[in-house]
């Protein structure tokens, strides 16, 4: 059988076979919803899109936390032929006028809790924008509303999501995948993992994130299993809604793994709860120190299986095997589904074991980045060649090791933060003369953010100040963590911040 190369045709196939079977459980409501109400939803989207004048390949942005009704819209855009464009929830005001403006998203769905903000980031949109404010938890949003039938054909190389991730620059990149990588992501996921129509996955990562995009919402739809989504993930109920769903997999990241070993639920040591169908744990979008993999497995017994993806590839680039006696801890695996190399610029692969940054090639990598034709050069190779930005080597046996970044980003929790950004806010501050972050180890984020900052000749600024004035700017969660005060800044030649440096050089301890 011909696989499936578009999300349209994934889902008419689940409907087609099974249209009874249930694909999402809601816990807060009790809902489900099964693949032929999927398809059902998606082609009452399509309607309505088309009713606002909306053509195949336009934007449509998603402002909402998980739920019943983020998944259906989410794979409802895609099926209708429109690119959908989950906005990250963390990002401030600003941060999300540039995305609307850049990815000439035309339709929003917004939860009510966000429609202040979004108010504010449209403000000076330059098109007009329809914005439907949802209830998550909904049956229906579309009362009255008409199946389209006469749908635009979707080829596989068509535009399917729109996924915006931090450069260097500190502007978010838009990284276009096409409806082959999206699919292409699910079923590299499936294949790694031996997943099939009886297993059940828990949801415990955002939609707005790619992992949670495609690891548990596509891959599900492509080996024809089912999902657990509730609202956000939650230490006090992980083990309960995995014990009560029968979930076979969870999917998460270090972050998540660190807060269940630090709040481990006594149930599961005394084996209280039913979890005998649970097989393992995946965990990805950023690196799992050694120490963590192993105290969590020994804690709770069951295994963690460590991966890595990009947005860039639609997620899966490296996965572990799933037999405990092949893997190897600290690495994220092998290449699964793609070509690996870690090589140079001119693409020549370096010797097993020296480090040069990790390049990868295959049906999930993006087609390009939005509106930025120079950095697409910069990153994707005229024969396919993605390049990473992560340093590392491959050994003997053929497992990548990731010993740094090239780009410099700060990867806290599995979110990507520009540096510049937070320096950016830092300038903002009257009495800053300097300022540059740095992504510095953390075993609950994985990196945390420290700021280096050199004060203006006779200013005076407690960390406090700062740390206030970032909580303004920047929100809770990219406000650095250690604020340092430092007589220089060290620079290269050109000039340019050597960030990796500022974690070597001394601090005065006083505000100036």
């Given amino acids: 059988m011909e696989l499936p190369r578009t999300i349209r045709h994934v889902i008419d196939l689940r409907a087609d076979a099974q249209p009874d079977k249930v694909y999402l459980l809601a816990p807060e409501t009790g809902r489900t919803l099964t693949y032929g109400q999927l398809r059902r939803d998606a082609r009452l989207l399509a309607g309505v899109l088309r009713a606002q004048g909306l053509r195949p390949g336009e934007k449509v942005a998603l402002m909402l936390h998980n739920g019943y009704q983020t998944a259906d819209l989410f794979l ?36 009510p809790e966000y429609r202040e903000r979004l108010t504010v980031a449209l403000a000076g949109c330059t098109r007009p924008v329809a914005v439907h404010e949802i209830d998550i938890d909904a049956e229906e949003i579309f009362p009255g509303a008409s199946p389209e039938e006469d749908l635009p054909e979707i080829a596989e190389d068509g535009e399917a999501l729109l996924m915006y991730t931090s450069g260097t620059t500190g502007r978010p990149k838009g990284a276009l995948l096409t409806h082959r990588n999206v699919v292409a992501g ?41 999902i657990v989504m509730p609202h956000k993930f939650s230490v006090s109920n992980f083990w309960e809604l995995l014990a009560h769903y029968r979930c076979t997999w969870f999917n998460v990241v270090p972050t998540i793994v660190s807060y269940l070993l630090n709040e481990p639920d006594p149930r599961v040591a005394r084996r209280e709860l039913a979890l005998e169908r649970l097989r393992f744990g995946r965990s990805a979008s950023a690196p799992l120190p050694p120490s963590l993999h192993q105290a969590f497995e020994r804690q709770f017994g069951f295994d963690i299986i460590e991966t890595m993806g990009l947005t860039e590839t639609a997620a899966p680039v490296f996965s572990n095997p ?26 020549r692969e370096r010797a097993r074991g020296a480090v040069g940054e990790i390049l990868v090639r295959g049906d999930n990598v993006m087609q390009r980045y939005h509106q930025d034709p120079k950095t697409t050069a910069e990153t994707l190779e005229p024969d396919g060649w993605l390049h990473t930005g992560d340093l590392g080597y491959r050994d003997a046996d053929g497992f990548f090791f990731i010993t740094g970044r ?32 740095v992504g510095i180890p953390d075993p609950a984020y994985g990196q945390e953010i420290m700021a280096c900052i050199v004060l203006k000749p006779g200013q005076r600024c407690s960390e406090g100040e700062l ?20 007589n220089s800044i060290p620079k290269g030649p050109s000039g340019k911040v050597q960030r990796l440096k500022l974690i070597e050089i001394p601090s005065t301890g006083v505000s100036l």
């Fill in 322 to 347: 799933l037999d405990p006696a092949k893997r190897k801890v600290g690495s994220p695996g092998v290449a699964f589904g793609v070509e690996a190399k870690d090589g140079g610029r001119a693409g």
């Fill in 467 to 486: 740390r206030t004035f970032c909580l303004k700017e920047l929100g809770r969660y990219k406000t650095p963590k250690i604020i340092r005060f430092v």
């Fill in 186 to 226: 699910g079923r590299f996921t499936s294949e790694a993992h031996a997943l099939g129509p009886d297993d059940r996955v828990l949801c415990s990562l955002p939609l707005y994130h790619i992992n949670g995009q495609i690891v548990t919402v596509v891959a599900p739809l492509v080996h024809g299993g089912s």
């Fill in 76 to 111: 409802g855009v895609m099926y209708a032929g429109c690119v959908v464009a989950p906005l990250n929830l963390l990002a401030q005001a600003s941060q999300l006028a540039y995305v609307l403006e850049h990815s000439g998203a035309r339709v929003i769905f917004v939860a």
């Fill in 406 to 437: 090239l780009k410099e980003l700060i990867i806290k929790g599995g979110e990507n933060i520009a540096p510049r950004e937070i320096d950016e806010a830092l300038y903002r501050h009257p009495a800053v003369l300097e300022a540059a972050a």
